[in-house]
């Protein structure tokens, strides 16, 4: 995946490069109009040089600089050595090429003559190139330093930025200073006044949870007492709907220890090394009375054991059994272990394909069976993430499903 670069980088980038293409443009620019110039200057020499040759007496002695050629000769007659090619160029100022040289020529007819100048650029292009090589030298000095100071500036500008966004970053105390920029400054102060205000409201929920919790176990405890003091004194055939009121208290607590593990978050205890094939047996049990008729295939092999809190392991597999149990009308829920991972299958009505991808959601049931809340796989992976475990589901309608717990950590 491809890194995405922070804003500060961003505008260092984009103010070095609109700068590098102004240079770039106005080099271009200088060079093209030095170049436009030198055409100029080189057809000013040749028209001044043939001025200067005709107003002189035909008798005179002609003396021209080395890159100044001079043919002539009477009108119908061809200019001794004057290339063949010159002799069809109309009167003017023109550009020849012989190879890879360039030539600028003049062309007059005055006195009875036909006079031609030729204007070895030879020197003129190496100006030129001199030229060039110095603008090029130049605008890649000037676009390193704007590179340099774009960056440079970025950072100046960000500065305040980027250290309110790390602050955000590793929830850490925001400072806000009188140094900072008005609208920096304003910013920090809404953030740490909404970081101050989330403190309260989580502060707040937790101890409404705990007093919520509190008040709803003490009235489960004493019905479960009740229950089983009532199972001591009660005749036999009343002892199985006892036993339903038991089940269903442990249900409900149960519920209540995972809303509230949803709700503040998973509090690992102390961990010990626990057998896994007892532990699914554990569960197993406290499923309810209906549906006995499922057969439980526990494939775990005895020595097994994990490192892992009691109270989350036992909370984990009750909620992948049950959640099995729930789903299943017929056949059987099976567990087994190998390679580290914990598999419990059913052979359930499955998951539709599109509901598969949401199952580990608060509250995102998978079927449309009247019992259960959605709660359970959101519970499973929230105890997962705790503990560092991985896991992933694998469902086909119709044939049942099977969750996966790797109780090895993850990377």
């Known amino acids: 995946m491809t890194r995405k670069l922070s804003l500060q980088q961003r505008l260092a980038w984009a103010m070095s490069a609109l700068t590098s293409a102004a240079i770039i443009i106005f080099a271009i620019a200088l060079s093209m109009a030095a170049e436009e110039r030198e055409e100029d200057l ?74 031609y100048v030729l204007y070895n650029t030879e020197e003129h292009e190496r100006r030129l190139s001199t030229l060039h090589l110095w603008l090029l030298m130049s605008a890649l000095g000037v676009i390193g330093l704007a590179w340099i100071c774009g960056h440079f500036l970025a950072n100046s500008l960000l500065a305040q930025l980027a250290r309110l966004t790390q602050s955000v970053q590793n929830d850490t105390p925001v400072d806000v200073s009188e140094a900072m920029d008005e609208e920096i400054a304003i910013l920090a102060q809404r953030i740490a006044q909404s970081r101050d205000a989330q403190i309260q409201l989580l502060a707040r929920e937790r101890q409404f949870t705990a007093h919520l919790s509190h008040e709803i176990r003490t009235p489960l405890t004493r019905i479960r007492t009740s229950a089983e003091l009532l199972l001591d004194t009660s005749p036999p055939p009343l002892h199985r709907r006892i036993d339903k009121i038991v089940s269903s208290v442990d249900e409900v607590e149960g519920k209540l220890r995972g809303l509230l593990l949803l709700a503040r978050g998973v509090a690992l205890g102390q961990t010990s090394t626990l057998s896994l094939a007892a532990a699914l047996n554990a569960a197993e049990q406290r499923l309810p009375d209906t549906k006995r008729e499922l057969q439980w295939k526990n494939q775990v092999d005895t020595d097994i054991q994990v490192e892992a809190d009691p109270e989350l392991l036992g909370l984990l597999l009750d909620n992948l059994l049950s959640n099995a149990w729930r789903y299943t009308e017929q056949g059987s829920v099976s567990a087994s272990y190998a390679e580290g991972e914990l598999t419990v299958s059913d052979t359930g009505c499955g998951i539709d394909p599109t509901a598969l991808p949401h199952v580990f959601e608060p509250f995102r049931r998978a079927s449309d069976v009247a019992e259960g809340h959605g709660l359970g796989l959101a519970i499973v992976a929230a105890i997962c993430n705790r503990m560092g475990w991985h896991y992933h589901i694998h469902s086909e309608v119709g044939k049942g499903s099977s969750v996966v717990i790797g109780f090895q950590k993850k990377p």
């Open 42 to 115: 080189i057809n000013e020499v040749v028209n001044t040089a043939l001025d200067g040759i005709i107003a002189q007496p035909a008798t005179a002695n002609l003396s021209l600089p080395k890159h100044l050629q001079l043919f002539h000769a009477p009108l119908g007659q061809t200019p001794a050595q004057l290339p063949p090619e010159l002799l069809k160029f109309p009167l003017g100022n023109a550009e020849w090429y012989q190879g890879d040289l360039e030539f600028h020529v003049g062309v007059r007819e005055a006195n009875g003559e036909r006079w």
